[in-house]
């Protein structure tokens, strides 16, 4: 995989630290954020770059994996990054939808 296209991992809970960790061990260079920074330790021990803001994370390469809890939490880390997200893939894992359901 290209640098500018190694997958770039937000939230580093029971969903996306296991990812991050799968693209490790397949061999992928890999960016990790979470708010607590302390979350991407094992990650960086084991070879991952850990970027201290959303916008390095995003600004590292052009695939941006966003395993965050809902819609809130993608918009609250992503959207003062907004302009820097032009010409990158996210990927959403949240587990909500941005509409409210009736």
Do not use: C, E
């Not at 607590?36 to 695939?63: C, E, F, H, P």
């Amino acid at each position: 995989m290209p640098d500018q296209a190694k997958p770039h991992v937000l939230g580093l809970g029971r969903m996306g630290a296991p990812i991050a960790s799968a693209f490790l061990n397949t061999g992928y260079p890999v960016t990790v954020w979470n708010r607590t920074a302390a979350k991407a330790d094992a990650l960086v021990a084991q070879g991952a770059t850990g970027a201290r803001t959303t916008a390095d994370a995003v600004a590292a390469g052009s695939l941006v994996i966003a395993s965050l809890l809902d819609h809130v939490a993608v918009r609250q880390a992503l959207a003062p990054n907004a302009s820097a997200l032009r010409g990158r893939t996210l990927v959403n894992l949240a587990n909500s939808t941005p509409r409210p359901r009736p």
